[in-house]
């Protein structure tokens, strides 16, 4: 078994090229040995391209020790048509005759049928082999098909006596321009985030106070789905999220306000005043098949998210900045995994209790 996870190990390395890069489908790596040696690797490409399978499988020189070799792979071959064949009818013809897999995928359109293909051509099939650090690796994956929602990760960065922000008073008139209290390393590492996410959030008050534009500028990457709640219709029209560089998706109770917006890249979403609005956006992300959405504020989002358990991890930057005085820092409750110095700031992970 120990000879097994040595090799799962390898292709969780290398399902992490593709993170950020293949949805809707799940980042997988896969390795193909023979002898003890590796003579074929591959990992997911973007969307509509072939699987992890497939590129390990074109990347064995010579074809004819497929017949006599192992496939390693993080996620379960899948068993229907796509954009792409099946996987598992692609190892079963090759001949290949052993597969261990590290998970079983929960998506109704798999689950189980690729094993049972493999199993069905005479393919010994052993699975589970480092299964939770295989579902931690596709964990946006298995919550869109398990919880029938994106994985929600929350972000913010606070001052070392726990304000996220200035008061608004003071800041109107002491500090007009954004107040940044995590440091430059730590900005560089949001935006990879994003560039890692389908989707990013934030309230009206943040983009009333920050005017941010929610982008992938510092790292290099896909930009995410911008998205942004204005319940009122209080977000001037000449605000970067409005101007029509990505596409962009705002939840308001006033669709008037955004009737003469310039742009074909703003969907309007309504809200039912009626409806918790956490779970009306949950809602309606899913059905537009978005995997996972990091929320970067401000308070009064991220509390409310966290008060309604829809959340799965948070990721809180803390500065070596005192404020003295502001809004309060989120009050967040789960299992710290993660603490790390970035730059001269502290990165802790703290992950749902559920889990």
């Not at 290398?14 to 993170?19: I, Q, R, V, W, Y």
């Not at 992890?52 to 020189?61: D, P, R």
């Not at 290949?96 to 069905?120: F, Y």
């Not at 510092?218 to 319940?231: C, N, P, Q, S, T």
Request: glycine share 8%; proline share 5%.
């Amino acid at each position: 078994m120990k000879i097994h996870e040595f090799y799962i190990n390898r292709c969780l390395e290398l399902a992490k090229n593709g993170l950020g890069n293949t949805y809707p489908n799940p980042s997988v790596g896969c390795v193909i040995v023979h002898k003890d040696k590796i003579i074929g690797e591959g990992y997911t490409s973007a969307a509509g391209g072939p699987h992890a399978e497939v590129n390990a499988i074109n990347a064995v020189a010579n074809k004819e020790l497929l017949r006599s070799s192992t496939i390693y792979v993080t996620l379960e071959p899948c068993s229907h048509y796509g954009k792409t064949p099946p996987c598992a009818n692609l190892i079963a013809d090759m001949g290949i005759p052993k597969a261990v897999i590290g998970a079983t995928d929960s998506n109704k359109a798999v689950s189980g049928k690729g094993i049972q293909k493999l199993e069905d051509s005479g393919c010994e099939v052993i699975t589970g082999v480092l299964e939770e650090a295989c579902r931690a690796s596709n964990k946006r994956f298995f919550c869109f098909h398990e919880k029938k929602r994106p994985y929600i990760i929350l972000k913010w960065a606070e001052s070392q006596d726990g304000f996220i922000a200035p008061d608004p008073e003071q800041r109107s008139s002491l500090h007009p321009e954004p107040v940044w209290l995590s440091g430059k390393a730590s900005r560089q590492l949001v935006h990879k985030w994003r560039s890692e996410e389908q989707a990013i959030l934030v309230g009206t008050t943040t983009v009333l106070a920050d005017n941010p534009s929610l982008t992938t500028r510092d790292w290099f990457g896909a930009h995410a789905l911008r998205v942004f709640i204005d319940k009122h219709g209080k977000v001037p029209q000449k605000s970067h999220l409005l101007d029509g560089s990505t596409p962009t998706l705002v939840f308001t109770e006033n669709e008037a306000h955004y009737n003469n917006s310039n742009t074909n890249q703003l969907e309007v979403c309504i809200l039912n005043k009626e409806l918790p609005y956490e779970q009306q956006l949950i809602k309606a992300l899913y059905a537009r098949n978005i995997q996972s959405m990091i929320i970067e504020g401000g308070a009064t989002t991220l509390k409310g998210f966290i008060e309604s358990g829809l959340w799965d991890e948070a990721r809180i930057f803390k500065s070596p900045v005192s404020l003295d005085h502001g809004i309060t820092a989120p009050d967040i409750n789960g299992r710290k995994r993660v603490v790390s110095q970035i730059g001269s700031d502290t990165l802790t992970v703290i992950t749902h209790s559920e889990e």
